[in-house]
């Protein structure tokens, strides 16, 4: 299964109270940014469960630079698609589907994991899978998070078996 995720407020918080992941040193010397806490090791799962890892994003930032950022954390990244990509691959055939701000189906992929609600609404109006994640959900009690469903951590066999997911929380 190919899954894709979006970058800003998805698996880069914008948020300063968001747990981050503890960098490497190799991000320390070169990354800018840091990934919000358990990405690295719900990517890594969903890698060890046979699927693939995708970025996703409206940004313009380079694929090379998306690359190094999760380079530097350990996680192989099967695939990016930017802004430029995105615009450059709706063309032709695929041409009708240019004003949405994302289509996966044009790139192969299963499922996307964004944190927009617009993404989410083209989904179900053109037919593509979006699990969307509500980035002001905190879950930090386990109390709290029985309650609340899934997390990062352990959900990537649910991601991939392609179950009845409702909600991915980011704590």
Request: charged share 25%.
């Amino acid at each position: 299964m190919r899954i894709a995720f979006d970058l800003d407020d998805t698996l880069i918080p914008s948020d300063p109270a968001v747990p981050r992941e503890p960098p490497t040193l190799l991000a320390r010397c070169t990354a800018g940014e840091r990934l919000r806490h358990g990405a690295v090791g719900l990517l890594r799962s969903i890698r060890t469960l046979g699927g693939e890892v995708w970025i996703y994003t409206t940004s313009f930032r380079s694929p090379l630079e998306i690359r190094w950022l999760f380079l530097s954390y350990g996680v192989w990244l099967r695939g990016v698609v930017n802004q430029y990509r995105h615009q450059r691959t709706l063309t032709g055939r695929l041409a009708a589907y240019r004003s949405c701000s994302k289509y996966p189906p044009a790139f192969g992929i299963d499922l996307l994991v964004d944190d927009s609600e617009g993404v989410a609404i083209e989904g179900r109006r053109h037919d593509f899978r979006v699990l969307r994640v509500d980035r002001r959900t905190r879950c930090g009690s386990s109390a709290s998070r029985r309650k609340c469903g899934n997390t990062w951590g352990n959900d990537a066999a649910g991601l991939l078996a392609g179950g009845a997911v409702v909600s991915l929380l980011i704590y």
